[in-house]
């Protein structure tokens, strides 16, 4: 399974970006995926993610009402839309696809068994 992260770059704070994560060996369809971001100096942590049905998708509270996350199954690949961008958002965003995660671990990044490569994300103040 190989995931290929792509979309980052540098934006102005309130700036929009659109993230996507195509999936190949592997369809999204059973599968949850989620992407995940590292800040420099920081862990790293939770963005979003969507179960395998497409029926439930979880925000962090933290970009929960700017980011949105989707999926397009016909081209094995998901979005993270990304609005109103703040300087704090700057980070590495990782995609990561579980086969069997359930509900309840959708948020834990040990639940994921396969990683991109991550793409940069610079927001500028």
């Known amino acids: 399974v190989q995931l290929q992260a792509s979309g980052g770059g540098l934006v102005q704070a309130g700036g929009s970006l659109t993230l996507s994560c195509a999936a190949s060996g592997r369809t999204f369809s059973n599968s949850a995926v989620a992407w995940f971001r590292q800040a420099p100096g920081m862990d790293r942590s939770f963005v979003a993610a969507?179960?395998?049905?497409?029926?439930?998708?979880s925000y962090s509270d933290s970009v929960k009402g700017r980011f949105t996350m989707s999926r397009e199954t016909a081209r094995n690949t998901v979005y993270l839309q990304m609005n109103n961008l703040r300087p704090e958002d700057t980070a590495v965003y990782y995609c990561?696809?579980?086969?069997?995660?359930?509900?309840?671990?959708?948020?834990?990044?040990?639940?994921?068994?396969?990683w991109g490569q991550g793409t940069q994300v610079t927001v500028s103040s």
């Open positions: 990561a696809l579980g086969p069997s995660v359930i509900l309840s671990s959708l948020r834990s990044q040990d639940a994921y068994a396969y």
């Open positions: 969507i179960h395998r049905t497409g029926g439930r998708i």
